[in-house]
């Protein structure tokens, strides 16, 4: 799906339901970040990761992401960093909205450890940790 606007490119993607077009989330990169990498290619800027359930934020993150970000490409998103993604179903190779994702909170101890979820066709996966 292309940015909202051209100014958006590489820096903002929405990602949508592959069956009802709903959003499944936002992956957005802050407006400010300069896009320079330290010496391993990490950014050091803010990533917001939006799902109607959630959000994260990271600090620290592969530069990849804005190529990811660019392309909008989810499967990208998910292969650096499973939680730069969470609608995304690597098996299925498609996007879900939260109606079609069944999500669990797994704890250890009596603390939450993990979300995972299971898409429309069976597939299990850790959605954010």
Same mark, same amino acid.
Request: glycine share 6%; charged share 30%; with cysteine.
């Given at each position: ?30 407006? /400010? ?14 990533? /917001?990761?939006?799902? =109607? ?28 960093? =499973?939680?730069?993604? =969470?609608?995304?179903? =690597? ?13 669990? /909170? ?24």
């Amino acid at each position: 799906m292309p940015p909202d606007h051209p100014s958006d490119a590489g820096r903002r993607a929405e990602f949508r339901c592959v069956l009802d077009g709903r959003l499944a989330g936002t992956v957005t990169l802050d407006a /400010d970040a300069d896009g320079d990498a330290d010496a391993d290619g990490d950014l050091r800027a803010r990533l /917001d990761v939006v799902v =109607p359930w959630a959000r994260v934020t990271f600090f620290e993150f592969p530069g990849a992401v804005v190529d990811a970000l660019r392309r909008a490409d989810p499967d990208l998103l998910h292969a650096l960093h =499973p939680e730069f993604a =969470p609608f995304w179903c =690597p098996t299925c190779a498609a996007s879900y909205c939260d109606e079609h994702w069944d999500r669990y /909170d797994v704890e250890d101890e009596g603390f939450h450890d993990e979300t995972r979820g299971i898409c429309p066709w069976g597939h299990e996966r850790m959605l954010l940790d």
